[in-house]
Structure formats: structure tokens, C-alpha cells
């Protein structure tokens, strides 16, 4: 199956900044989504990463807070914007390659907000 | 409102146990079901599951999916402390939408 390179691996950073997360694909997917794992919590979809145009977003998150690129069918990336201790967080990249293929994850990304 | 919910949400178990974890659903438009192992942060794929009664098996892991009932389990025989992780449970609802479980924390003790 694809192979997803995520980075960073973990970032510690200061309130207000922000941090842009990159993934790359071994070989063309679909679909893209990111995903945010909360302390003790499960998945939870941010957004889908449209290739070419607009990402589209799930209830709760926003495109002023985390903006998104899909410029080709292997590259994503989120930036995590305006950063506050409350998004810190495990952030997932993934992806589809077709309607009957199984979901795969990026490494993660481990991220502290001071 | 779509959920998946998964039992128990923590286990402790000693090396060769049997283990197996279950997952419930309630899904509008059921696709498939996939089983995953995360052991710090990126979840790695176990099974995908799409049709009732049929056991999926990987080594000393096994799956079964029932589609009436709406649940799946997960199997792990002669349990070792290399099993131990969050194991979680999605649910692919419609296209591309995946509902995920909290998760079972599975230790095993030497």
C-alpha cells in the first residue's frame, strides 16, 4: 500500500504562531483528509484536501484557522494557524486511493502549544 | 446521530491471553468497518471488513463482521507485549466519511 511521509514528527511551539505540517505520498491518492487526535480522545476529521481547490471543511473548523493546500495528488499541507494551548494535539494526515481502498495514515505529528 | 462506540475502553492482560474487543455501530449508509492498531501516533491498518460472517485473519489477529447486529469483534490470541496500543474501530458512512471509535487500550504484562 502507499506510504505517507509526514513532517514534523513533533514540534513544540509558542503561543500565537503558526506551524505548517507537510505530507507527501509515495504514489497518487484520491482523497486527502487531515485528522486531529486530542489528548485521550479519537480521530476527529478536520478537513478533506481537494485537490486544486478548496478544501472542505468539517463542522467546528475553519479555513482562517486551518488552512489547507492540495496542490497535486500526492502533497498536503495544514498549517495550524494563531496557535493556542488548546490546539495541542496528534495531527493525521491520510488517504484513499479509490472507492473500495482502505484508509492509510501519515506518520502523525505531535504538537505542543506553550 | 452516527456513532461508533467500542468496549471496553481499557484492558490489562498478561502475556498468552486471548483478548477480544468489540465494536458497535449505528451508521446511516454502511460501506465498510477497518480495525486499526495505533501505538503512538499513526494508526496502522489491521482489517477492512464489508461483509457479515466472513473472519479476516492475520497471523495470531482475527476479525468477523455482523451486519444485523451491527457490531464487529477483534481477536488476538497468545497475546504479547508487543500487542500492547489503542486499538480503534471506523466506520465508513456514504462516501468517504469515516466515524471512529474511542479506542481500547490494550496492555499486556510480561
Known amino acids: 500500500s502507499a506510504v505517507i511521509s509526514q513532517k514534523p514528527s513533533r514540534d513544540i511551539c509558542q503561543r500565537g504562531t503558526s506551524l505548517t505540517i507537510q505530507c507527501q505520498v509515495d504514489?497518487?491518492?484520491?482523497?486527502m483528509f487531515w485528522y486531529r487526535q486530542q489528548p485521550g480522545q479519537s480521530l476527529t476529521l478536520i478537513a478533506t484536501?481537494?485537490?486544486?481547490?478548496?478544501?472542505?471543511?468539517e463542522s467546528g473548523f475553519v479555513i482562517d484557522k486551518f488552512p489547507i493546500s492540495r496542490p497535486n495528488l500526492t502533497f498536503s499541507t495544514l498549517t495550524v494557524s494563531n496557535m493556542s494551548p488548546e490546539d495541542s494535539s496528534i495531527y493525521l494526515c491520510?488517504?484513499?486511493?479509490?472507492?473500495?481502498?482502505?484508509?492509510?495514515f501519515g506518520s502523525g505529528t505531535q504538537l505542543s502549544v506553550l | 446521530e452516527d456513532k461508533v462506540v467500542q468496549s471496553p475502553l481499557s484492558l490489562v492482560v498478561h502475556e498468552g491471553d486471548t483478548v477480544t474487543l468489540n465494536c458497535s455501530y449505528e451508521?446511516?449508509?454502511?460501506?465498510?468497518l477497518l480495525w486499526y492498531k495505533q501505538e503512538k501516533k499513526a494508526p496502522t491498518f489491521l482489517f477492512m471488513l464489508t461483509s457479515s460472517g466472513i473472519e479476516k485473519k492475520s497471523g495470531r489477529l482475527s476479525s468477523i463482521l455482523d451486519k444485523k447486529e451491527l457490531f464487529s469483534i477483534l481477536n488476538i490470541t497468545a497475546t504479547q507485549t508487543g500487542d500492547s496500543a489503542v486499538y480503534l474501530c471506523?466506520?465508513?458512512?456514504?462516501?468517504?466519511?469515516?466515524?471512529f471509535g474511542t479506542g481500547t487500550r490494550l496492555k499486556v504484562l510480561a
Open positions: 491520510s488517504g484513499k486511493r479509490g472507492g473500495s481502498e482502505k484508509l492509510f
Open positions: 504514489s497518487q491518492v484520491t482523497m
Open positions: 471506523a466506520v465508513e458512512e456514504g462516501t468517504y466519511k469515516y466515524i
Open positions: 484536501a481537494n485537490q486544486g481547490s478548496e478544501a472542505t471543511y
Open positions: 451508521v446511516t449508509n454502511f460501506r465498510s
